[in-house]
């Protein structure tokens, strides 16, 4: 079965450094999200993105963060200058179309801002 | 704005036991659809079921099935004959219906399931 994929699974950083998290979403899909779940709490939106642009934000999607789908295959998170809340599970997701079509999940990436 | 309340942090029951887990909403959408998710030590978040609002038909997938109740706002999942396997965190979700794109998932703070052997 097709998988969205994300590297990297783990990466400890110093606060203040840019991070980019890199994501695979399954090739026929259209619709992209980043969410984050900072650790024992709930999984939260970050930004859903769509034909080259972002359809949506959270707050918590402030100017430290944007999006990118440099090559028509992967799309990145990045965050400028890290802080220790950052510290989290980063989440990739991916669907085919909209009107609740079925959205699938990366396996995360653990970011531990240090 | 909508909301996802799990009322049960924790749950454990014996393998092979049926177990419920319960989920309510909050949304003044009439069409939308609800989910759930399961996330395994692994942490990766992996769907387990899928209900369209405008179905009466409650959602199954195999050993798992929902019981939806539209008017009353409610979405528990039934596990029958857990397994081991089945231990995991389980997130209640809801995404409001936006034609032709997808709007962002509201998860719920999520149950633990422990299945003992």
């Known amino acids: 079965e097709p998988e969205v994929t994300q590297t990297p699974s783990h990466q400890v950083t110093q606060m203040g450094q840019e991070v980019i998290l890199r994501c695979v979403p399954i090739?026929?899909?259209?619709?992209f999200y980043w969410y984050r779940q900072i650790l024992g709490q709930k999984v939260e939106f970050l930004v859903s993105?769509?034909?080259?642009?972002?359809?949506?934000k959270s707050e918590i999607f402030d100017d430290q963060f944007s999006v990118e789908r440099p090559d028509g295959s992967n799309f990145t998170l990045k965050i400028r200058s890290t802080k220790l809340e950052d510290s989290a599970m980063y989440f990739c997701?991916?669907?085919?179309?909209?009107?609740?079509?079925?959205?699938?999940f990366g396996e995360g990436s653990w970011l531990t801002v240090v | 704005a909508q909301t996802v309340t799990q009322s049960q942090p924790e749950m454990s029951v014996q393998e092979a036991e049926t177990v419920t887990l319960s989920c309510t909403y909050d949304?003044?959408?009439?069409?939308?659809?609800l989910f759930w998710y399961k996330q395994p030590p692994s942490r990766q978040m992996i769907l387990v079921i899928r209900?369209?609002?405008?179905?009466?038909q409650n959602a199954t997938e195999n050993r798992f099935s929902v019981n939806f109740q539209k008017a009353a706002k409610s979405f528990s999942l039934k596990i029958s004959d857990s397994q081991l396997g089945d231990t995991a965190m389980y997130f209640c979700?809801?995404?409001?219906?936006?034609?032709?794109?997808?709007?962002?998932?509201?998860f719920g703070k999520g149950t633990r399931l422990h299945i003992l052997p």
């Open positions: 997701a991916s669907s085919q179309q909209g009107a609740g079509n079925t959205i699938y």
């Open positions: 090739s026929n899909h259209l619709y």
């Open positions: 993105f769509y034909n080259n642009e972002i359809s949506e």
């Open positions: 949304t003044s959408e009439n069409n939308y659809y």
């Open positions: 209900q369209e609002a405008y179905k009466q």
């Open positions: 979700a809801f995404m409001k219906h936006v034609l032709k794109r997808d709007d962002k998932i509201i």
